[in-house]
């Protein structure tokens, strides 16, 4: 069933709906607009749905299921209220026979109701639409002040939420931290055993090798011993001992020697280290492997200071060097005589007798030496 619309009742039986109005209400009837504008109501309470006209009821119903009929209401009020005004503008520029005809006629009493009702009915509109504005502000307000409230327990959860994810962040910072430390201990704990899996493929290749006889043959058991020593130490050995701080290569390297030297052409015993020289240069097999021993082995080329932490590396290749000499200006004795250069420039060095303890003052100086290089070449990459 379709709402009825009050403007349209009003619009098609005018002249009745004015007779109504005029018959409960003095024809002469002057609205007091001062007073109805002044006119309060208690807005502390909500009005009951008896005190509400039907027609603003209806008004409410029909803008609760249309939303625009609130608009149009104010429109048509406006536009009423403006007819009114052009129709008394217009029996005011009438003339003395028009208006003598209007009264004849009864069309001037008829115009005037019409004018009167719709002024009425306006006003008794627009009463009630200020009436509901009032009580529209009140609820506005309460609306208003609930929506504050909500305001300020949002910006508390806001604030709240603010220092939870402050604290948040903060524990996820110190967990990056963590995570970061702990991949740069798993990183380095990986490179560590990459050097360690290498040093120790490179040495057990070196040292098999010369087991196998495939490297440095035919050369004297010194200058083997030299060589290899020297080949361990300048692969990733070296880089292993830097970066582990593990010497324990060099005492497996001294063993593994020792055992190996017994079951080669080595002079098991010997008087001091001139004669393990001398007796090495009188083993070389050809003049070739003479140079090319002495060019490995030579020191003169190398500063002092580097010298002098390798006193009997300095005097191994001194004494090829000096073995190289003419026959006329070779000494007796290259070894002796290196050992005496040795102590003159270098420093001391100790009375060797025997296999392991050559073996060791090689290994020893060898790896210092090497030692000394990487770290130095490792301060410069940082620098």
Known sequence: ?????????????????????????????????????????????????????????????????????????????????????????????????????????????????????????????????????????????????????????????????????????????????????????????????????????????????????????????????TLLIREIFNSSVSAYELGSGNTHYRQHLINKLVAESKHREAPKQFNGLGDLLDCTYEKMKSQDDHELSASLLETRSVQLKHVIPSPHLFTVGMALELAMLTDAARPVSPGLCAIELCRNQVGNVTNITTQREFITAIVEETADECFAVMSLSTVHRRG
């Not at 009915?121 to 504005?133: M, P």
């Not at 910072?173 to 050097?195: A, G, P, W, Y």
């Open 1 to 225: 069933m379709k709402d009825k619309d009050p403007w349209g009742e009003f619009e098609k039986d005018t002249l009745n709906n004015c007779g109504k109005s005029t018959n409960s209400r003095d024809p002469n009837l002057v609205i007091d607009q001062e007073k109805l504008l002044s006119t309060k109501t208690d807005t502390s309470k909500p009005l009951k749905s008896e005190e509400i006209s039907p027609f603003t009821l209806h008004l409410k119903e029909l803008q609760r299921r249309v939303p625009i009929v609130g608009d149009k209401a104010l429109i048509d009020l406006v536009n009423g209220i403006q007819v009114g005004a052009e129709t008394v503008r217009y029996r005011k520029q009438r003339g003395f026979f028009g208006r003598l005809m209007d009264t004849l006629n009864g069309s001037d009493r008829q115009r005037e109701l019409l004018i009167e009702g719709n002024l009425i009915s306006g006003q008794e509109t627009l009463h009630e639409l200020i009436l509901e504005l009032n009580n529209s502000l009140d609820i506005s307000r309460v609306g208003l002040e609930i929506t504050q409230q909500s305001l300020e327990v949002t910006q508390k959860s806001l604030l709240e939420a603010r220092n939870a994810i402050r604290l948040q962040k903060q524990a996820l910072d110190k967990l990056t931290q963590l995570i970061e430390q702990i991949r740069h201990t798993f990183e380095e704990s990986i490179h560590r055993l990459e050097v360690r899996m290498t040093a120790k493929e490179d040495f057990d290749k070196i040292v098999t090798a010369w087991m196998a006889e495939t490297t440095y043959i035919h050369l004297p058991w010194a200058v083997q011993i």
